[in-house]
């Protein structure tokens, strides 16, 4: 401890084991400390309240006597307790065996002290002989006189101090116990919260175990540990699927780039009878596929980015888009348009159809044909190739290409499907593909807005 920490400091940067058996050994040695106290207090009460009692009925039945006259000498009392007579002059007329026959044990104004304070009171017994305080209770009687009745309380105090000793040793004993037991059982609750930090640990410094440790017993260290571990899982999905996203990316970068470079090269090493017109259109083919590429790459990551929901929502005529599409494309058919309003991002949705009705015209043989009905569902029909049941959902994934024998030239990256299925997702709708036998139908259903 240095001179400037308090101990509030200090103790705050105590272990929670520690503090909570300190914690927890001082509030009992407080509880037993008063609880000890109050033991002797009441004890000691207790006792001297049975010894006044009984002091002062041997007294009430001397004065009985004294008063009828029938006290004999020596007075006789059971229980040990000292009697003298004191008559008006203060001479002693009667006493117990083995009392003092001369000097009274209180003197005339002690008695009147003691009998206005209430008639009972303690003193020394040593100058009569008698080892220890007593307990003194003095009675009134006729003619003047008065009982002085003594019980010697020795005896009492012996207890008393036999007690306190017992509890001075016993009580400190049994907080180091609890002390210990604490420390043991606070340590064995801790124990799986520090193996979660020394799995947390191992995971930041080595990066290999990528899970925590989950403790056996079904409690609070229990759930939080398997929500972590949740939690680990679910960013290590997102950590994978990025990753892959950037080497697929970078994949697909790299094909029009490279061809950019050799018809380039080729070009300038070459000059002579170069036809330079057919070089750039070559060029220019390849980066139209690298445009299309990044602005596909960027509509995935605000897709990613907004997490589900639609960039606007506005009321979409989605008859209205569908007929400009539609129109764009000379041998697609719109074979039903009924009036549909949905609520939503009408770019967004228009690269919806776009993206089908794309794959349509690469894939089919003769017709594309394209159909919205009031319900919100949209179709777009080929008679091509068709996508093999068992592949109908793997083609929504990102950079998934069916057609992989097909020369580069013909077909894209593979994110047209993931685009429309996660911007109709964002709409509340759904997508899947169907058998049109011949052909593909993709099915979209917008929820109406
Ligand atoms: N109408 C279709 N007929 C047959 N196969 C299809 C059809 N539409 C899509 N596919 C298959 O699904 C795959 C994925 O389609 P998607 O639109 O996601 O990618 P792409 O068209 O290859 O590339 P991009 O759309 O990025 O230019 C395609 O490669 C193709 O194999
Ligand atoms: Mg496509």
Same mark, same amino acid.
């Given at each position: ?38 033991? $002797? ?76 304070? @209430? ?5 020394? @017994? ?118 892959? $996203? ?56 605000? $897709? ?48 919806? $159809? ?19 009905? @009031? ?10 190739? @068709? ?63």
């Amino acid at each position: 401890m240095t001179v400037a920490d308090s101990p509030l400091a200090w103790w705050r940067r105590q272990g929670l084991r520690f503090r909570l058996t300190v914690v927890a050994a001082a509030v009992l040695a407080l509880a037993l400390a008063v609880s000890a106290s109050v033991l $002797l207090t009441v004890l000691d009460r207790a006792l001297i309240d049975t010894v006044d009692e009984s002091t002062r009925q041997q007294a009430q039945k001397v004065r009985v006597h004294a008063d009828a006259g029938t006290l004999t000498t020596p007075i006789t009392t059971n229980d040990g307790t000292i009697v003298q007579v004191v008559d008006a002059g203060g001479r002693i007329t009667h006493v117990t065996y083995g009392a003092d026959r001369l000097v009274p044990l209180l003197d005339a104004a002690a008695r009147e002290r003691v009998l206005r304070k @209430g008639s009972v009171t303690f003193m020394d @017994g040593r100058p009569f002989a008698i080892p220890g305080p007593l307990r003194v209770v003095v009675v009134r009687a006729d003619r003047g006189r008065t009982v002085i009745a003594a019980r010697p309380v020795a005896e009492i105090q012996t207890s008393l101090a036999t007690a306190g000793r017992v509890l001075l040793i016993g009580t400190p004993l049994l907080i180091v116990l609890l002390a210990a037991a604490s420390w043991l059982i606070i340590g064995r609750t801790l124990r799986p919260i520090s193996a979660l930090r020394r799995g947390a640990a191992e995971i930041t410094h080595t990066a290999r175990s990528r899970r925590l440790p989950v403790p056996e017993s079904k409690d609070e260290v229990h759930s939080l540990a398997t929500t972590l571990n949740d939690m680990l899982a679910r960013l290590e999905e997102a950590e994978q699927r990025q990753r892959a $996203l950037v080497s697929d990316a970078s994949h697909e970068l790299r094909s029009p780039l490279a061809s950019i470079r050799l018809q380039l090269e080729v070009a300038l090493g070459h000059p002579e009878g170069q036809d330079w017109r057919e070089t750039a259109e070559g060029v220019l083919e390849d980066t139209m596929r690298l445009s299309k590429l990044a602005e596909d790459l960027l509509a995935l990551a605000r $897709l990613d980015e907004r997490g589900g929901v639609p960039a606007r929502t506005e009321p979409v005529d989605l008859d209205e888009v569908t007929r400009q599409i539609a129109d764009r494309y000379g041998d697609v058919r719109l074979t039903a348009c009924e009036p549909l309003v949905v609520s939503g991002d009408a770019l967004d949705l228009s690269r919806v $159809l776009t993206n089908l009705i794309d794959n349509a015209v690469r894939h089919t043989t003769s017709k594309i044909e394209v159909a919205l009905t @009031g319900d919100g569902t949209l179709t777009v029909t080929d008679d091509g190739p @068709g996508v093999p049941e068992e592949d109908r959902e793997r083609v929504f994934n990102r950079f998934t290409r069916l057609d992989s024998g097909r020369g580069r030239d013909e077909g894209g990256a593979g994110l047209g499907l993931a685009i429309v299925r996660e911007t109709v997702r964002a709409h509340g709708g759904t997508v899947h593909l169907e058998d049109a036998a011949p052909g593909l139908r993709v099915v979209v259903w917008l929820p109406r807005g």
